[in-house]
């Protein structure tokens, strides 16, 4: 039987102790493979706690592939293997210097920001707002900016907002941070699972209380997140990262049924990427169809403009705009007044539009540049392309007899960086493909990328 002692001071659900627990036994192969477990009704009595919790920890574990169900039979561990990474080899991805060509994915070319055009604005603000640079703005954010981006919004993601339910932050992890105090940090949270390991990070320092939601072809799986009993859905419906899925109407309309369903239950659309879809127009957002006021919107310019922008913002439904004004109108707006106005002239006067369609542009012929001398070389053969006709990044499925950490550690020895999917996995599950590479164009050239494919191919046919 399943024993271990539980702590009750409330620091951690019981059915996540229990859950830490069985999985940790898993992993150091105390729990042997197709080993049965106790009944939910056995180890409930036995740990003294109710079978709803065992049910909670039990669903978990199964999510992530640790065991599995047979009806009529009981739950049974899975055959778990954890790839091991030796100190060699750890030592030797760190040696950044070494790398020639760069295919990360958060990696920006700057010679692509429109330094004279941001010089030109930035002393124009200076000249113009000499006095209320030195004044401190609304809380949620200098109006002029905020009027900006709801044009902006209106315009290019067909969304009626207006600019008192916007709220500026200091990139989405500020404004994540802002969302968790608002609705509380009891609430459960749903993360995709593969997705952005900052935004499981941040939501896991701020609560205890996240879980994994699987993405299946059309994006989040809405039976998951009924069963983890999750209150609050962080989702990328216009490009899932790093799967690239781009979510239907009938999925959103799915999970907005869910929000639906029960009071204070809302989804948090994270619309990164959307500003770059090469073959159509970005699909609609899931606020544009929500009737109901459940779906919290975000952005960043910090993608688009600089990374060093670390300007965001969120459109709050008016219910919890009317909660953020009485909760937390003691907060400061945390992005200088001097980039604010800078970044509102910057959308108004039309340079932002034109950034963007010079990026599209660039990024394109990245891209097609990329899959061109895939397709073109040794390893149209052994490779398979996906999720390219979005993003600033396309997987790679390579079948060459190579693992994946041989194909990683093979090109980085040739000075190519390059990232797996299952990097992105917060959470392990059973079946995380291993099989499945992350090449992002944006931060390297086509001249760079012709080079790269040629020395990835030499490399891998010969494996």
């Given amino acids: 039987m399943i024993t271990f002692e539980i702590d009750n001071s409330g620091n951690l659900p019981i059915y996540m102790q229990i859950y830490s627990y069985i999985r940790k036994e898993i992993e150091c192969r105390n729990i042997k493979?197709?080993?049965?477990?106790?009944?939910?009704?056995?180890?409930?009595?036995?740990?003294?706690?109710?079978?709803?919790?065992?049910?909670?920890?039990?669903?978990q574990l199964v999510s992530e592939g640790y065991i599995r169900s047979e009806r009529g039979r009981g739950f049974f561990a899975e055959n778990y293997e954890i790839p091991c990474i030796t100190k060699e080899k750890a030592a030797f991805t760190d040696r950044l210097s070494d790398i020639k060509y760069n295919f990360g994915t958060g990696t920006a070319d700057i010679s692509l920001f429109p330094f004279s055009v941001w010089a030109k604005l930035s002393r124009s603000t200076l000249n113009e707002k000499t006095t209320d640079l030195l004044n401190s703005c609304d809380f949620r954010g200098l109006k002029q900016l905020r009027e900006e981006i709801a044009h902006h919004l209106r315009r290019f993601r067909g969304m009626n907002v207006s600019p008192d339910r916007i709220v500026i932050g200091a990139g989405s992890e500020y404004l994540i941070g802002i969302i968790i105090n608002l609705l509380g940090r009891d609430m459960a949270y749903g993360v995709e699972n593969p997705g952005y390991r900052k935004i499981?990070?941040?939501?896991?320092?701020?609560?205890?209380?996240?879980?994994?939601?699987?993405?299946?072809?059309?994006?989040?799986?809405?039976?998951?997140?009924?069963?983890?009993?999750?209150?609050?859905?962080?989702v990328t419906p216009s490009h899932h990262f790093p799967l690239g899925v781009t979510m239907p109407v009938t999925r959103k309309q799915q999970l907005l049924n869910w929000t639906y369903e029960k009071a204070e239950r809302y989804i948090i659309e994270d619309d990164c990427d959307c500003e770059f879809h090469y073959n159509s127009r970005p699909s609609p957002t899931l606020q544009s169809y929500d009737k109901k006021g459940t779906v919290i919107y975000l952005n960043t310019f910090t993608r688009t403009i600089a990374p060093s922008v670390r300007i965001g913002y969120m459109v709050l439904p008016e219910k919890l705009m009317?909660?953020?004004?009485?909760?937390?109108?003691?907060?400061?707006?945390?992005?200088?007044?001097?980039?604010q106005f800078?970044?509102?002239?910057?959308?108004?006067?039309?340079?932002?539009?034109?950034?963007?369609?010079?990026?599209?542009?660039?990024?394109?012929?990245?891209?097609?540049?990329?899959?061109?001398?895939?397709?073109?070389s040794s390893l149209a053969d052994i490779s398979e392309i996906s999720g390219d006709s979005s993003g600033i990044h396309l997987l790679l499925k390579v079948t060459n007899g190579m693992s994946q950490s041989e194909l990683i550690q093979s090109a980085l020895q040739n000075g190519i960086k390059i990232h797996s999917v299952s990097?992105?996995?917060?959470?392990?599950?059973?079946s995380i493909p291993d099989d499945l590479l992350i090449l992002g164009f944006s931060g390297i050239d086509s001249e760079k990328i012709a080079k790269a494919v040629s020395l990835m191919a030499e490399i891998w046919k010969s494996g």
């Fill in 342 to 376: 800078t970044l509102a002239k910057f959308i108004g006067e039309g340079y932002f539009e034109r950034h963007i369609n010079r990026l599209k542009k660039t990024f394109r012929q990245r891209r097609d540049t990329l899959v061109s001398c895939i397709k073109n």
């Fill in 200 to 234: 499981y990070d941040i939501f896991s320092i701020n609560t205890s209380r996240v879980f994994p939601v699987p993405v299946d072809e059309q994006g989040a799986s809405v039976s998951a997140i009924s069963g983890f009993g999750i209150n609050v859905l962080h």
């Fill in 423 to 430: 990097e992105y996995y917060s959470f392990p599950v059973y």
């Fill in 33 to 59: 493979a197709n080993e049965k477990l106790p009944s939910k009704r056995a180890l409930a009595s036995h740990l003294n706690v109710s079978v709803v919790t065992v049910e909670n920890a039990y669903s």
């Fill in 322 to 339: 009317e909660k953020f004004n009485a909760k937390l109108n003691f907060y400061s707006c945390p992005v200088p007044v001097f980039e």
